[in-house]
Structure formats: C-alpha cells, structure tokens
T-cell receptor, first 110, second 114 residues
Framework: GNSVTQMEGPVTLSEEAFLTINCTYT??????LFWYVQYPGEGLQLLLK?????DKGSNKGFEATYRKETTSFHLEKGSVQVSDSAVYFC?????????FGSGTKLNVKP | NAGVTQTPKFQVLKTGQSMTLQCAQD?????MSWYRQDPGMGLRLIHY???????DQGEVPNGYNVSRSTTEDFPLRLLSAAPSQTSVYFC?????????????FGDGTRLSIL
C-alpha cells in the first residue's frame, strides 16, 4: 500500500538554526512527493515537490531530495525564521490518490 | 483570485442531521478531493473525482456521499451526522494532466457534531 511517515513534533528551534523534518514513504510504482505547510486557521499550501528519483524540490530556502533508495523526502532549511512557525506535511501522490503524513509542528523562537 | 472556496466555514449539527459542505473552484481543475483533518492523523482522503461525472472512494468514505455534475463544484454530503464525524474538512483541486500536479486547498470547514 501507500503511506507516509513523518517525525513527530513539535520541533522547537531558535531563529537561524538548521531544520530537518524527516519523511519516509511506502509506495508501489513511482509516486510524486510533496511538502505542504499549514498556518493556523488556513488550508495547506504547497511548499515544494519532486516527481522522480533524485529530483530536488526547493522553495523559500527549504529543500527536499527524492531518495528512492531510502524511500525518503526529508525537508531541510539552513536558517529558520520565526515566520516559518507552522505545521508541515509530507505527502505522496500515486494512482489518483494523495496520502499525507500526520504533520510536524515547528515552533521557531526569536 | 478565488481559487478553492468552501462554505460554510463553521457548522454545528446534532447527531442524525444531514448537511452538505460546498466546494467550488474557478481554475478549471479536473481533479477535486475531500479530506478530513483530525488531531495527530494528518489529512485522510474521503472521496475524490478525476472529472465531471466521475467519483471514487478514498481512505475513509463511510458516512459521506459526493457527486460531480460540473467541473467547478464538488459537494460533500453527510447523510446522518455522527459525533465521530466532528473534524475539519478540506476540499482541494488540481490539474490532472501529468503526475506531480500540486493540490490547491480551500480554507476548511470546521464541523462539530453534538
């Protein structure tokens, strides 16, 4: 089957710290992978995506590389800001369906 | 830029009542879907549609019905509300041609069943 597992939160960091949020997946075939971000009271917004193995998605300083050999799509950012505080969801798309991880809450302190 | 519009934003129902959550998109997207978001469980797919007249079940379809008579609209019906259906519901849409098309989400409907 298809599923996404991401690290539990909350993750609390100081401003300018390095961020990693782990995401691993199980899928048949060749899924597309996504990271979405959700701010309080809002819907999810696409952060970045990758559609095939070894692709690197990037946006707003965030990066993630599609690693087929380790079935992973870890989210990284070199220097987080207070404005990055939100809930981050890893997701995969396969055979007409999207599957989401449980979300990781990030708190960034000034 | 309307994008994906969900109504209502909040709703309280009594057990056994029925209601329809509305979702409309103005981007001519072929793919539309409904999710429920519960604490610690991420988003779970309820139903989805790959085009007008075509719908299919997701991960948690029981207790919900959908129809897709137009490209723009994809309403979700609760037939007989139960407390277990208390959740935040999100509608999303995307282009379907090709893989890797990201979904555009509405702002959600917060539903409480008493």
């Amino acid at each position: 089957g298809n599923s996404v597992t991401q690290m539990e939160g909350p993750v609390t960091l100081s401003e300018e710290a390095f961020l990693t949020i782990n995401c691993t997946y199980t899928a048949t075939g060749y899924p597309s992978l996504f990271w979405y971000v959700q701010y309080p009271g809002e819907g999810l917004q696409l952060l970045l995506k990758a559609t095939k193995a070894d692709d690197k998605g990037s946006n707003k300083g965030f990066e993630a590389t599609y690693r087929k050999e380790t079935t992973s799509f870890h989210l990284e950012k070199g220097s987080v800001q207070v404005s990055d505080s939100a809930v981050y969801f890893c997701a995969l798309y396969n055979f007409n369906k999207f599957y989401f991880g449980s979300g990781t809450k990030l708190n960034v302190k000034p | 830029n309307a994008g994906v519009t969900q109504t209502p934003k909040f709703q309280v129902l009594k057990t056994g009542q029925s209601m329809t959550l509305q979702c409309a998109q103005d981007m001519n997207h072929e793919y539309m879907s409904w999710y429920r978001q519960d604490p610690g469980m991420g988003l779970r797919l309820i139903h989805y549609s790959v085009g007008a007249g075509i719908t299919d079940q997701g991960e948690v379809p029981n207790g919900y019905n959908v129809s897709r008579s137009t490209t723009e609209d994809f309403p979700l019906r609760l037939l007989s509300a139960a407390p277990s259906q208390t959740s935040v519901y999100f509608c999303a849409s995307s282009r379907r041609r090709g893989e890797g098309q990201p979904q555009h989400f509405g702002d959600g409907t917060r539903l409480s069943i008493l």
